[in-house]
């Protein structure tokens, strides 16, 4: 079964540091790209960051750019987002989310499978 | 940046009712356009890719359509498991979400 999880939510105070990681199973990981995807409570969908199934390119979107970092590490299947700078407006459920691949590997660039989310709470 | 903009924010339908929800790109896109369904709570899940291509799974009462910058979302008969919020997502530069359209019962 292909599965993500997410893991290192929690509370933390404005301007602090926060890891995330989602731990991917049921599939080569190695293959896929991988996202960060946010919403905000009662709020809508906000992709973050994307990395490509090696590593590079990366991408992020302005809301983030300067503050977090996305990696990844294909030996022990695992996806990273390392939050630094936190704002009251970083408080959101954080999505990892599998790009899509053809039969034929090629990229589609939806995302196919996601995971069950963890929240994370900028708050003093 | 590509803004994609949703209407109606809101939607109420009854089952067995034709919903249709539209997603306009601030751009051309082309078709490279998905939708995602998401309930209370659960991640999202993805419906359509590539403006109108089902994904695997997924009933053939959804369907998409469109190119450039207007799309469509159609479901052709609602059923009880529909009633969720609907997201598009442009996939041409980058990654962008319509602000999402709820459907409730009516």
């Known amino acids: 079964e292909v599965q993500l999880v997410e893991s290192g939510g929690g509370l933390v105070q404005p301007g602090g540091s926060l890891r995330l990681s989602c731990a991917a199973s049921?599939?080569?990981?190695?293959?896929?790209?991988m996202n960060w995807v946010r919403q905000a409570p009662g709020k809508g969908l906000e992709w973050i960051s994307f990395i490509s199934s090696s590593g590079s390119p990366i991408y992020y979107a302005d809301s983030v750019k300067g503050r977090f970092t996305i990696s990844r590490d294909n030996a022990r299947n695992s996806l990273y987002l390392q939050m630094n700078s936190l704002r009251d407006e970083d408080t959101a459920v954080y999505y990892c989310a599998r790009e899509s691949l053809a039969a034929t590997g090629s990229r589609l660039y939806c995302f196919d499978c996601w995971g069950q989310g963890t929240l994370v709470t900028v708050s003093s | 940046d590509i803004q994609m903009t949703q209407s109606p924010s809101t939607l109420s339908a009854s089952v067995g009712d034709r919903v249709t929800i539209t997603c306009r790109a601030s751009?051309?896109?082309?078709?490279?356009l998905a939708w995602y369904q998401q309930k209370p709570g659960k991640a999202p899940k993805l419906l359509i890719y590539k403006a109108s291509t089902l994904e695997s799974g997924v009933p053939s009462r959804f369907s998409g359509s469109g190119s450039g910058t207007e799309f469509t979302l159609t479901i052709s008969s609602l059923q009880p498991d529909d009633f969720a919020t609907y997201y598009c997502?442009?996939?041409?530069?980058?990654?962008?979400f319509g602000q999402g359209t709820k459907v409730e019962i009516k």
């Open positions: 049921g599939f080569s990981f190695s293959s896929y790209g």
């Open positions: 997502q442009q996939y041409s530069i980058y990654w962008t």
């Open positions: 751009q051309s896109i082309s078709s490279w």
